[in-house]
């Protein structure tokens, strides 16, 4: 019965969160008197104006925001660390909570990996990208040791959180209970974000990461107000995410499945 009131929990919380988030733009606006420190972070003067694999597929965006790290290792030793990105893979790279939030009850910690594994190498155009359990993005673009693009939309999102109910809701019939998760996202704006990495290649078997999110989003005056704090809170993750993925790839250790 507490692995049953734990999984409702997790996916009550997780759909509320995910029609939050999206109600209010994943953070699409920005604080001004920062825009400077967290919307180019680790690029160089002009390097936001440059194209990134990805950005047709959010033609009009409400949100560009574009990132970099210079990694001390060629681009073919940063890639695999890519490849192998999402929930019940290699993880996120960047906060533990992230990959922990839907570790099974009684189960070890899913933290992000510390090695290459084998098995999530062969990621290709269309596969599922995990967030969670039930989806999340899907790789759209996919060239090893170039480019890697998510994409994510309001229908992925329907469709996801559709699944995780009609679970959620059979769990809780098995026990003879009912349930009202209390959630509706028929007013869910259209919505389309990408998440895009792209390999440049540097003098001394060095990598230049580039990160763009790219997100379209229709909200309303009153759910704008906070998406300010939304906006920071995605670049600490997303920072923390690409400092992880240096570390490991300056690090690597290639592990056989």
């Not at 953070?27 to 047709?56: I, N």
């Not at 993005?137 to 939309?153: C, G, I, Q, S, Y």
């Not at 028929?186 to 001394?204: C, I, K, N, Q």
């Amino acid at each position: 019965m507490f692995r049953l009131f734990r999984f409702v929990f997790k996916t009550v919380v997780l759909i509320k969160l995910m029609a939050f988030a999206f109600s209010a733009g994943m953070g699409a606006a920005y604080l001004v008197q920062l825009r400077s420190q967290y919307r180019s972070w680790g690029l160089v003067p002009g390097g936001t104006e440059r194209g990134v694999a990805g950005d047709d597929l959010v033609a009009e965006a409400d949100l560009i925001e574009t990132r970099a790290i210079d990694i001390d290792a060629p681009p073919d030793q940063v890639w695999p660390w890519l490849a192998q990105l999402g929930y019940g893979r290699g993880g996120w790279y960047s906060f533990a909570a992230a990959d922990r939030a839907w570790t099974p009850a009684g189960g070890p910690p899913s933290d992000s990996a510390d090695t290459i594994l084998e098995e999530f190498q062969d990621l290709a155009e269309g596969d599922l990208v995990p967030t969670h359990p039930q989806g999340g993005f899907v790789a759209r673009t996919v060239e090893p040791n170039a480019a890697l693009v998510l994409f994510l939309d309001d229908t992925m999102i329907r469709e996801q959180v559709d699944e995780l109910m009609a679970d959620a809701t059979d769990a809780v019939e098995e026990q003879g209970g009912e349930m009202d998760l209390g959630v509706e996202l028929d007013d869910m704006p259209p919505y389309r974000v990408t998440l895009a990495f792209e390999l440049e290649e540097l003098p001394g078997e060095r990598t230049l990461l580039i990160e763009r999110v790219r997100a379209s989003v229709d909200v309303s005056e009153n759910q704008k107000r906070i998406r300010p704090a939304l906006a920071m809170g995605l670049f600490v993750f997303l920072k923390s995410q690409l400092e992880g993925i240096k570390q490991r790839a300056e690090s690597a250790v290639v592990i056989d499945a």
